[in-house]
């Protein structure tokens, strides 16, 4: 497990050459977002949720909804980057706070049911790639100078593994694995969603994008 940890980190720096070379958001970053969408949302309904239900702890539902809402509350100030969204100031100068803020909490959520899933790693990993991808064409586009570009990608891709970190040698949590681990399930259920219905153009999905959205369940399935 804490050599897996370094592949949010893979994930980041792929994210970055991509956007290196690409320069602009292309037809094939909106795929590899859908089928990270479809790949996640698998994984939720084919193993976090039953897992989650099957312990028996109460208050599952309600973690659930409260993740959701998290992440309705963190997109208010993320403009949406974690499913996809650019919403950049051309103006701005400085470092966005806010946004650097909101996507910490939420790869840091992320990062407790990774303690204890490595499909969940892995379905981690590549909603990671695209995020990465979009939030390096965010920096490299403003701004900022390439080593406060370098740091914010660095400490993103630190949160998650530190999240992993905290749930498995923090022993006071473990009572409260099971609501930690819905929270954060209602988080991923949100993003992954909202990046089903959203990263196509009028909500239309063409044959491109069905089939990829139907690998990427089956891929979650099979994995």
């Known amino acids: 497990m804490n050599v897996l940890l370094l592949l949010p980190f893979l994930a980041i720096i792929l994210g970055y050459l991509t956007a290196r070379t690409l320069k602009r958001v292309t037809p094939g970053v909106n795929y590899l977002l859908a089928f990270s969408g479809a790949f996640l949302l698998s994984i939720i309904f084919f193993e976090?949720?039953?897992?989650?239900?099957?312990?028996?702890?109460?208050?599952?539902?309600?973690?659930?909804?409260?993740?959701?809402?998290?992440?309705?509350?963190l997109d208010y100030f993320s403009k949406g980057a974690e499913h996809g969204h650019i919403h950049r100031d051309k103006?701005?100068?400085?470092?966005?706070?806010?946004?650097?803020?909101s996507l910490s909490v939420h790869a840091l959520i992320e990062g407790f049911p990774v303690a204890?899933?490595?499909h969940v790693l892995w379905g981690v990993v590549i909603h990671k790639i695209p995020i990465a991808l979009i939030l390096s064409l965010f920096l490299i586009q403003s701004s900022l100078s390439k080593g406060k570009q370098l740091l914010f990608l660095f400490l993103f891709g630190?949160?998650?593994?530190?999240?992993?970190?905290?749930?498995?040698?923090?022993?006071?949590?473990?009572?409260?694995k099971p609501v930690i681990n819905a929270l954060a399930v209602?988080?991923?259920?949100?993003?992954?969603?909202?990046?089903?219905?959203?990263?196509?153009?009028?909500?239309?999905?063409?044959?491109?994008?069905?089939?990829?959205?139907?690998?990427?369940a089956l891929?979650?399935?099979?994995?």
């Open 219 to 223: 891929a979650g399935y099979m994995i």
């Open 158 to 176: 630190l949160m998650t593994p530190l999240g992993t970190l905290v749930a498995l040698y923090i022993p006071q949590l473990t009572p409260h």
């Open 186 to 216: 209602g988080v991923f259920l949100h993003v992954a969603t909202t990046i089903l219905f959203e990263s196509s153009k009028d909500h239309q999905f063409n044959q491109i994008k069905l089939m990829v959205i139907l690998a990427g």
């Open 116 to 118: 204890h899933s490595d």
């Open 91 to 101: 103006t701005a100068k400085d470092f966005p706070l806010a946004l650097f803020l």
């Open 48 to 73: 976090l949720l039953p897992e989650l239900f099957a312990t028996g702890a109460p208050h599952i539902s309600g973690a659930l909804m409260i993740g959701m809402l998290l992440q309705i509350a």
